[in-house]
């Protein structure tokens, strides 16, 4: 499902009424609620919204589970920490218990052994399938998503939940969630606005299927839902 709105803050009020919707009707049904989130600057807003009245008292901050997708392997206090801008915008602002967040970094391990504990983690805490309740996307303007890059050997990779690798053109390490893993949460929500995304969704969401190059492409639920919140600009081509 595509869901285009004319304003961001339109755009962020929707994606935060599916966050708060899923998170109550998981822990109806089973008392907690499991999520993983994004970084970038497509949730900013939403993680912003969510950490302000009246939407954080709507929902239950003490049984939720919080994950990220992906995240660049630097200390939780660098500039390019997703989790530091999730705690900054959201996490520090609503009573999670601080032992039901999972932030994808660790002193003194390797990205690769640190991929294998994280997939441990997960396989405590989620269904026993390995089912996330909602999964957080964004989408770079060359079609990528959690740390899916183009022509990246992670596309291919259907056995391991966690993977942790070197990205050469970024000249650094990278830790994600594996296609699998993704493609079986309940709900996944991808945030895609401004112009600079307008090609890669046209391509993503229309195009000729090329997952090497558009690798947003691989998202395809197995038995769920997913949700793209895109503004006119983002939508302009599709």
Known sequence: MVRKFNELNQLNEAAAELFIQTASDAIARQGHFTVALTGGSSPLGLYQLLATPPYRE????KQVYVFWGDERWVPLDDERSNARMAFET?????????????????????????????????RLHLHPDGRFDLILLGMGGDGHTASWFPHTAVLHERNKWVVGYYLEPQEMHRITLTVPVINRARHIAVIAYGQNKADALYEVLEG???????????????????????????????
Do not use: C
């Not at 602002?93 to 052994?113: L, T």
């Not at 090497?212 to 939508?235: C, H, K, M, N, R």
């Open 58 to 61: 709507r929902v239950q901050w």
């Open 90 to 122: 959201l996490l520090e602002h609503v009573p999670v218990p601080e032992e039901q967040i999972f932030p994808m970094w660790a002193e003194g391990i390797s990205p690769d052994e640190f991929a294998r504990e994280y997939e441990q983690s997960l």
């Open 208 to 238: 000729q299927r090329n997952v090497e190059q558009y690798p947003a492409q691989l998202i395809s639920p197995t038995d769920g839902q997913v949700v793209w919140f895109v503004d006119d600009a983002a939508a302009a081509k599709i």
